[in-house]
């Protein structure tokens, strides 16, 4: 099992918080490392398994008035299906 905790917005107290979510090419930084992962499950086969353990977005508890606000759903779109599709792919080819 390959278990991977996800705060790809940094650290909640940033405060380019807003501009990252609202960025639509900041989450494709995330796009090698879910490539990689894809990768090694099809290399070691029906044996591994990819999980995310944790999602936040920001660490160390949010941001108030960002990530308990309505700008944090544009992050929440953009960060499920371009990621998690890489994965749910080489789930099924397997």
């Known amino acids: 099992v390959v278990a991977h905790h996800i705060y790809n917005l940094g ?25 990689g992962l894809k990768t090694f499950l099809e290399n070691f086969g029906p044996c591994s398994r990819a999980w995310v353990g944790e999602a936040g977005g920001a ?5 108030n008035l960002v990530t308990n606000a309505f700008v944090f759903s544009f992050w929440n779109e953009k960060f499920q299906e371009p990621d998690f599709s890489n994965i749910r792919h080489a789930e099924k080819q397997k």
């Open 11 to 35: 650290a909640g107290v940033d405060k380019h918080l807003v501009e990252k979510i609202l960025d639509p090419s900041y989450l494709s930084r995330e796009e090698s490392m879910f490539k």
């Open 59 to 63: 660490y160390n508890s949010g941001h």
